[in-house]
């Protein structure tokens, strides 16, 4: 009699690494994945005996890892990579980035540069991001159909927009989309203020009320760039974290991406309010904004987490990269080899940046009773070998090149490094449909500048 226990599909590697307990790596394990749930993480021979599987997947050379979480992008902007590179944060917002946006925003623009995120976010081993951008709607509809999972972010901004024509609006409109999708397995929601130089104060103390009463993070830009300080002193006499702080929206609920620019008592009051940091090494660097203090607010006890930032400034959707960066930027910036190991750069683009949004009950690690959020990285590579310490290997070594498969929810969404969800003919005709309509109103405007016309 066949006493074994049915379950939907066991995934069997080289090597696992669940992140909770921190500093494991389990060799010649399995995942037993049942109702898209980890129901159980044991050896392989343990695994074929109590188990039967409607599917075995057997991944000899690889490590498993919890799916990466991208903590702060703008998905729909990778119809903009490349735009305008080699500029400053403001020059490069003022004058490419928002007249672009001007020109071409809709629905649709957000809907096929969001599936063309999620398509690289895939490939790469994400199986989460948090957005920020216009038409939340559209984004939402990406992730819901390519099958990732996704923090919609309810953009808040004092501007008009071809999405909102005011901050109530901005307002309405992102509570009524969590009204429609809050139960939505895949989907959860934050509030996502631009940046302090963008928001007012009545906005955001309007904001802050909806947050406090339906418990959701905010997602805000803040101390990216000196220019934006400089700004703050200039309008109001104060840095704009003391504003945040006068205002009351630092707390446990605040996501604060970038801070770049922080002063030693700046960073205390991070710790004592429980702020979460989202770091963006890459794009800090190309913008010349600046870097995160990561070794201060490590040392401070500070939650911080992985972002890529929007493609338009990266400029590439790359959670390998922003790792292997945060890592070495650590070390270099503080003079200690020791600054930020592998496995806490790695539980950085994991539970942490889960931890941060809110997440950590359902994802972030593999662990029993949490959702099946999990990538495959394919080590057989000669440039992979050999394999000491698979973590090390993962920081330092791996790419997303090697991811193999990503599954959401125990469904795979990458098999044998195909997309399963998405059609990539269907995406790259779209993208080159922006292409064309960006590249000809961006010439146009060049041309206008160059003569003065």
């Known amino acids: 009699m066949n006493n074994s226990l049915p379950i939907d599909t066991l995934i069997e590697a080289n090597w696992i690494i669940p992140i909770e307990p921190a500093e494991v790596a389990l060799n010649q394990h399995a995942i037993a994945i049942a109702d898209g749930i980890i129901k159980d993480i044991l050896p392989i021979a343990e695994a074929r005996l109590r188990y039967q599987s409607q599917q075995t997947i057997t991944l000899n050379n690889h490590v498993l890892i919890p799916g990466l979480i991208n903590l702060h992008t703008h998905a729909a902007m990778t119809l903009m990579r490349g735009l305008a590179d080699d500029l400053p944060l403001m020059k490069w917002l003022n004058?490419?980035?928002w007249p672009t946006e001007n020109q071409h925003i809709n629905a649709q623009f957000v809907l096929d540069g969001s599936q063309l995120a999620c398509a690289e976010m895939i490939k790469g081993g994400i199986t989460c991001f948090n957005d920020m951008y216009f038409f939340p709607e559209s984004c939402a509809e990406a992730a819901i159909s390519t099958g990732i999972r996704a923090v919609i972010g309810m953009v808040v901004i004092d501007?008009?927009?071809?999405?909102?024509?005011?901050?109530?609006?901005?307002?309405?409109?992102?509570?009524g989309l969590r009204d429609q999708y809050h139960q939505h397995p895949l989907l959860s929601f934050c509030f996502a203020p631009h940046a302090p130089y963008t928001v007012s104060d009545s906005t955001f103390r309007s904001m802050l009320t909806?947050?406090?009463?339906?418990?959701v993070p905010i997602h805000t830009h803040l101390h990216e760039t000196q220019d934006e300080i400089r700004l703050s002193l200039e309008s109001t006499g104060i840095r704009p974290i003391e504003r945040f702080q006068q205002l009351g929206l630092l707390g446990p609920n605040l996501i604060a991406v970038h801070m770049a620019h922080l002063t030693d008592h700046e960073i205390k009051l991070v710790h004592q309010h429980g702020c979460h940091v989202a770091h963006c090494p890459s794009s800090n660097m190309k913008l010349a904004s600046g870097l995160a203090p990561v070794a201060a607010l490590l040392n401070q006890g500070i939650n911080v987490g992985l972002g890529t930032d929007g493609a338009a400034s990266n400029n590439r959707l790359d959670m390998f990269e922003e790792i292997r960066l945060a890592a070495l930027l650590a070390k270099a910036t503080s003079g200690r080899a020791d600054a930020l190991p592998a496995h806490q750069a790695l539980r950085m683009a994991t539970l942490n940046s889960a931890n941060a949004l809110g997440l950590g009950e359902i994802t972030g690690s593999l662990a029993i009773g949490k959702m099946a959020d999990i990538t495959a990285v394919d080590f057989s590579g000669i440039n992979l070998s050999p394999c000491y310490d698979p973590v090390s290997h993962l920081v330092y070594v791996a790419s997303r090149e090697q991811v193999s498969h990503v599954w959401v929810n125990g469904r795979?969404?990458?098999?044998?490094?195909?997309?399963?969800?998405?059609?990539p003919v269907e995406l790259q005709y779209r993208a080159a449909y922006w292409h064309e309509?960006?590249?000809?109103?961006?010439q146009h405007s060049s041309q206008r500048n160059a003569y003065g016309k």
């Open 95 to 97: 004058q490419h980035i």
């Open 159 to 175: 501007f008009p927009t071809a999405y909102a024509s005011d901050a109530d609006d901005y307002l309405a409109k992102g509570l």
């Open 210 to 215: 909806y947050a406090e009463q339906l418990n």
């Open 412 to 423: 795979m969404l990458l098999q044998d490094k195909e997309l399963m969800t998405l059609n």
């Open 437 to 442: 309509r960006i590249a000809a109103t961006s």
